[in-house]
């Protein structure tokens, strides 16, 4: 009923820029925390950045002012602006919301602990 979908994804070189975006869908009432985690081939998922509904961000030190998050919490959408791309960061980017408020079928509020988006894949090569 609700669900994540990632757009944007690509390859790109090296210090190169690239904008990934997350549309949260479904009859959504309101999203604590919305961020991104990567998966690079081998390695375990770890987090990105993350921000809160109330404009609270958290970075991963290696992206740390060199990608930029951003929320609009009315469209319920979440951005990451890469900059300065290296070839660490190549991965599959996964969008993530925990605290999901949503309007069941029986019109009722749910919520759901967290969702996962389907992945994007970013590949910075030269």
């Known amino acids: 009923q609700v669900r994540l979908v990632e757009i944007g994804g690509g390859l790109v070189q090296p210090g190169g820029s690239l904008t990934i975006s997350c549309v949260a869908q479904?009859?959504?009432?309101?999203?604590?925390?919305m961020g991104w985690y990567r998966q690079a081939p081998g390695k375990q998922r770890e987090l990105v950045a993350t921000m809160h509904n109330g404009g609270y961000t958290n970075y991963a030190a290696p992206v740390r002012g060199r990608f930029t998050i951003s929320r609009d919490n009315t469209q319920n959408t979440v951005l990451l602006q890469m900059t300065r791309l290296e070839a660490e960061d190549t991965a599959t980017y996964y969008c993530?919301?925990?605290?999901?408020?949503?309007?069941?079928?029986?019109?009722?509020?749910?919520?759901?602990?967290?969702?996962w988006g389907q992945g994007t894949l970013v590949t910075v090569f030269s």
């Open positions: 993530n919301a925990e605290e999901i408020m949503f309007m069941s079928t029986e019109r009722k509020r749910e919520r759901r602990l967290e969702l």
């Open positions: 479904g009859p959504i009432v309101s999203i604590n925390t």
